[in-house]
């Protein structure tokens, strides 16, 4: 079964601050990495996949095989980075996403 | 032009009732998801539809909940007598390609409680 866990419900950080949110995966097999956000009133949107290796935001993401990660990063926290972020994964041939929890992150000023 | 939308964005019902939940893709995606959120939670996988058929529904909790997408554009979610535990956030996605490797856009959802 396909399991994707983020530890930390809630990440408070200042404002200039490094950020890391965690995301640990479970999948037998080589399964595809997204990160989603929802900032405030928004709706839930893709903020980068492993595949396309890119930063947005600031925001970058590894894959680690070994480790079974694909941490969150970015250097320098902002206020507007404030929102709920989910790790989610799908595999080969699969239609759905499995979503973790989700971790609030909040930054403060 | 337009993302996904859903209605109604909220829906008080009380137990025993049917409720049918709707969800208006963006034009031309040929896929549509259905998730469940509880608070608390992540969204859980429901249903999937690839134009009208619905390929995989192995989320849907028992058979009280059905979903359709007759035409291969609009769907409905669709709870028969509904009970407490139904409480939730349904989001509804499509996504332009097949396969949950697709970005998957999602709506705004349609907030369930059931008295």
């Known amino acids: 079964a396909q399991r994707v866990t983020q530890p930390e419900k809630l990440l408070s950080v200042f404002k200039g601050a490094p950020v890391e949110l965690k995301c640990n995966y479970s999948?037998?097999?080589?399964?595809?990495l997204f990160w989603y956000v929802q900032y405030s009133r928004q709706r839930l949107q893709l903020l980068l996949r492993h595949i396309s290796r890119e930063s947005i935001k600031g925001f970058t993401a590894d894959l680690n095989k070994g480790e079974t990660s694909f941490h969150l990063k970015k250097p320098f926290a902002q206020e507007e980075d404030s929102a709920m972020y989910y790790c989610a994964l799908t595999g080969a041939g699969s239609y759905q996403l499995t979503f973790g929890k989700g971790t609030k992150l909040s930054v403060i000023p | 032009g337009a993302g996904v939308s859903q209605s109604p964005r909220y829906k008080v019902t009380k137990r025993g009732q049917d409720v049918a939940l709707r969800c208006d893709p963006i034009s031309g995606h040929v896929s549509l998801y259905w998730y469940r959120q509880a608070l608390g939670q992540g969204p859980e996988f429901l249903t999937y539809f690839n134009y009208e058929a619905q390929q995989d529904k192995s989320g849907l909790p028992n058979d009280r909940f059905s979903a359709e997408r007759p035409e291969g554009s609009i769907s409905t979610l669709t709870i028969q007598r509904t009970e407490q535990r139904d409480s939730a956030m349904y989001r509804c996605?499509?996504?332009?390609?097949?396969?949950?490797?697709?970005?998957?856009?999602f709506g705004p959802g349609t907030r369930l409680t059931v008295l």
């Open positions: 996605a499509s996504s332009l390609g097949a396969g949950g490797a697709n970005e998957q856009f």
């Open positions: 999948y037998s097999g080589s399964p595809e």
